[in-house]
């Protein structure tokens, strides 16, 4: 496994479909701002070796084996679900523009197949489960029934917004790592606002590497899920008041969580490879939800991806204990849970929604100040 940062793409090259083609004239089709953050993520290459949406034979073979049709690994269908009729007219058009939610061209489809797919087989697939009350699955059932593919070009960023501005493409971490001197950099993948459990697995994690990547996922989430907006600014305040210097870097991922537990572990890895990461945190139940994974899956599913260039770590879960008067983990600290500080993330949410903030042990107080000064600090 490579230990230099600069550690090869996945598939060996960096993708870049961003490529200046005209769209005038052109068949055009509105898309989610998911599906537009996709699209983004295909031309940067943080979804390399992918240039545009899965064909028929990778969707199968991702779905079925985790893999890409030439057997490299990809456990994430990328996929652009449309209607019947769109998907007869985008194949007839051949070419066609696809427009944001606020009706910007941002890209256009080199239109390669249209075909329809089994959503239950789908969701057992990637998800393996077909309950409706995964949240992943209640996506893939409400999904079109076509599925189009093709290489795409990348022809106008949307607007900036606030949210965007800690957006980076591997072009620039790769930069930014290089810059900073760091040969060996441990990903850290993030929903949710620093625990300061979470911080001192970061900082555990850059006690024997150079730097630590700190990469939320700003998207689409579920009910209950912190805003985006929290979670950055959470991040940007514990970064600048707890850090020292050039040892952090913080940039945001957009992209939809799946949830897809073990499977989207892979995808979590493959991405931050991309960026330019030789290591990545993968925790309990990692991308997990509910019941619905073993929680020690995701650390599992490693053993049948061998080949990855990026090295999983694991950590058991951090807390502080008010006998050892440290952070510490299940492996280290001999005490009963009594004297353990831990928080559930139902047990967090009450807090806050009451008000009140939870312990200096489990959130640094500015964080705390943070979420508790938000109007609405939760996904309705």
Not at 151 to 156: F, L, P
Request: some cysteine; hydrophobic content about 35%; glycine content about 6%.
């Amino acid at each position: 496994m490579s230990e230099n940062s600069s550690i090869k793409p996945h598939g060996g090259v960096l993708v870049n479909r961003i490529i200046k083609t005209d769209p005038s004239g052109l068949f055009s089709i509105t898309i989610s701002e998911d599906v537009a953050n996709d699209v983004e993520n295909i031309a940067d290459g943080i979804f390399s070796p992918l240039e545009g949406f899965l064909g028929k034979a990778d969707f199968e073979s991702v779905v079925s084996r985790g893999r890409l049709s030439n057997d490299l690994a990809w456990t994430i269908p990328i996929v652009l679900d449309v209607d019947e009729e769109t998907a007869t007219k985008m194949k007839e058009a051949k070419d066609v523009l696809l427009k944001n939610p606020d009706d910007v061209g941002v890209a256009v489809l080199h239109v390669d197949e249209t075909f329809t797919f089994d959503k239950e087989k789908a969701a057992q697939g990637v998800y393996g489960t077909t309950d409706s009350s995964h949240p992943g699955v209640a996506y893939t059932m409400s999904m079109k029934d076509f599925l189009v593919s093709g290489k795409i070009d990348y022809i106008q960023r949307p607007n900036d917004t606030e949210i965007r501005k800690n957006r980076l493409t591997p072009l620039q971490t790769r930069e930014a790592f290089a810059k900073a001197g760091w040969n060996t950099i441990c990903a850290f993948q993030t929903r949710n606002p620093p625990h300061v459990a979470h911080e001192m697995l970061q900082k555990t994690s850059i006690t024997t590497r150079d730097g630590v990547f700190v990469n939320p996922v700003i998207g689409k989430k579920k009910s209950g899920d912190f805003v985006d907006e929290v979670i950055v600014k959470c991040y940007e305040t514990m970064i600048k008041l707890y850090y020292p210097e050039n040892r952090c870097q913080l940039g945001t991922l957009h992209t939809q969580m799946k949830y897809a537990g073990p499977k989207e572990a892979i995808h979590h890895a493959i991405m931050r490879q991309n960026y330019g990461c030789t290591h990545i945190i993968i925790g309990r139940d990692h991308a997990g939800v509910g019941k619905f994974y073993d929680p020690m899956a995701a650390q599992k599913i490693f053993d049948d991806y061998p080949e990855l260039d990026i090295s999983p770590v694991f950590f058991p879960p951090f807390f502080y204990c008010r006998k050892c008067l440290t952070y510490t983990t299940p492996k280290a600290c001999p005490h009963d849970n009594d004297v353990k500080e831990q928080i559930s993330g139902t047990a967090l949410r009450e807090m806050i929604q009451n008000g009140q903030a939870p312990s200096e042990f489990i959130l640094r107080p500015e964080v705390a100040q943070v979420i508790l000064d938000h109007p609405k600090p939760f996904v309705d």
